[in-house]
């Protein structure tokens, strides 16, 4: 019963990379979220999907991009990584934005 | 905006005491409170979810309430023991996202 599975679980990159986090969910779930969490600001929401085929922004959304062609995986993009992109990622994903949230086990990405 | 306060930001207490987080929230339009708990270099865990309309939740030793008009939560850990250190997480389920408090980080002392 694999949940939420997150790849890579580290990351170094050098500024100015691209790079795609991985988030696959095996539960059928229809929404999906990108979180980012930071020291002192707590996780904040990237991007989001209710469904295969519809994404919309978050609370922080530039720099990331997004898009959900089946309802198992839900990828992150980096275009072009900064510094300030230095953070631990988490995807989650539930039956609907009103149901228990089942969180990956993040990825840790450092931007140098 | 929705803004999520968690107190105390850390707690550090005896192995066997009973505790309360505490969760506020400044928009009681919500559709309900979710408490995770999240180990170091993990993610996060489920714990309690309270849906709108509901005044509190029980899950073992854990018992979670919901003060919607108030905009509180709390939520109770009896019987602490070493396992429970951890940092614990309440978040507020709006139109299509969480927003989470900055969380409580508890040590439980043998």
């Known amino acids: 019963n694999a949940g939420v599975t997150q790849t890579p679980k580290f990351q170094v990159l050098k500024t100015g990379q691209s790079m795609t986090l991985q988030c696959a969910q095996d539960?059928?779930?229809?929404?999906m979220s990108w979180y980012r969490q930071d020291p002192g600001m707590g996780l904040r929401l990237i991007h989001y999907s209710v469904g295969a085929g519809i994404t919309d922004q978050g609370e922080v959304p530039n720099g990331y991009n997004v898009s959900r062609s089946t309802t198992e995986d839900f990828p992150l993009r980096l275009l072009s990584a900064a510094p300030s992109q230095t953070s631990v990622y988490f995807c989650a994903s539930s039956y609907s934005d009103r149901m228990v949230a089942f969180f990956g086990q993040g990825t840790r990405l450092t931007v140098v | 905006k929705q803004e999520v306060t968690q107190i105390p930001a850390a707690l550090s207490v005896p192995e066997g005491e009973n505790l309360v987080l505490n969760c506020s929230f400044t928009d009681s339009a919500i559709y309900n409170l979710q408490w995770f708990r999240q180990d170091p270099g993990k993610g996060l865990t489920s714990l309690l979810l309270?849906?709108?309309?509901?005044r509190e939740q029980t899950s073992g030793r854990l018992n979670a309430s919901l003060d919607k008009s108030s905009g509180r939560s709390t939520l109770y850990i009896a019987a602490s023991q070493p396992g429970d250190s951890a940092t614990y997480l309440c978040a507020v389920q709006g139109a299509q996202k969480l927003v989470f408090g900055q969380g409580t980080r508890l040590t439980i002392n043998p």
């Open positions: 309270i849906q709108s309309s509901q």
């Open positions: 539960m059928n779930h229809e929404y």
